[in-house]
């Protein structure tokens, strides 16, 4: 897996989402669409909808696993994911802002911030699953 960083930083506009993709899919950043909420609102669109209809584009689906954002995964759901499965990783970044990450086995193993710092909660996991 080779890390893409992303190139704008800063909610609502920040690329985190896109280099998260970029990062899983093995593909340059500029292969994935602004997926970012500011771009999902000026389009009337959820920011999970726009995402969602992207992946099915390319014959995906996002599986995810939530609780509320103010709450974090429990352990043991992390603990299931299997060790070598590549997933997206949602939560609240040191910035105090909603930010996307990639893990792997249920860790995190790349922050698309500049700054590397992580995450300090997880309050989801999103998985690639191919369409039938």
């Known amino acids: 897996m080779r890390g893409v960083t992303q190139d704008v930083t800063g909610f609502p506009h920040g690329s985190c989402v896109r280099a998260a993709y970029a990062t899983i899919l093995g593909v340059p950043l500029e292969a994935i669409p602004p997926l970012d909420p500011d771009t999902a609102m000026r389009n009337g669109q959820r920011q999970g909808d726009r995402e969602r209809e992207w992946l099915a584009s390319i014959g995906f689906d996002l599986i995810e696993i939530k609780t509320d954002p103010d709450d974090e995964l429990a352990p043991e759901v992390l603990d ?31 922050d698309p911030h500049p700054s590397r710092e992580g995450l300090l909660t997880v309050y989801s996991i999103g998985m690639l699953v191919p369409l039938p």
């Open 80 to 110: 299931c994911i299997p060790e070598d499965m590549e997933h997206l990783m949602s939560g609240i970044s040191p910035r105090g802002y909603g930010h996307r990450c990639v893990g792997i086995g249920g860790k995190l193993v790349w």
